[in-house]
């Protein structure tokens, strides 16, 4: 089993930033595709971006102002988020694939006021 904690995540006025970091623990032998979703209420999961095999991928409404990068020795998943804007308002949820299988974190809150 792996497990996820993330962290990062708060309530920020529209414009600032918050980095989120997610930690993988646990029965980790290669993790390949990490990455992040996010769920606003009323509206259904997307993923935000994802980072594996050499290649980057983020949605377009965050193109530009998200990045996401990861730290291969600390099984760290990081997405910096810049320029946030109130329709960035959800939880978001970090992701990673080992063994064909994908592992979840709890969530983080983010909110971003006008």
């Known amino acids: 089993q792996v497990q996820l904690v993330e962290s990062g995540g708060g309530l920020v006025q529209a414009g600032g930033s918050l980095r989120l970091s997610c930690a993988a623990s646990?029965?980790?032998?290669?993790?390949?595709?990490m990455g992040w979703y996010r769920q606003g209420t009323g509206k259904q999961r997307e993923l935000v971006a994802r980072?594996?095999?050499?290649?980057?991928n983020y949605v377009d409404s965050v193109k530009g102002r998200f990045t996401i990068s990861r730290d291969n020795a600390k099984n760290t998943v990081y997405l910096q988020m810049n320029s946030l804007q109130p329709e960035d308002t959800a939880v978001y949820y970090c992701y990673v694939q080992q063994l064909g299988r994908d592992y979840w974190g709890q969530g983080t809150q983010v909110i971003v006021s006008s």
């Open positions: 980072i594996g095999g050499g290649t980057t």
């Open positions: 646990g029965s980790i032998f290669r993790l390949n595709a």
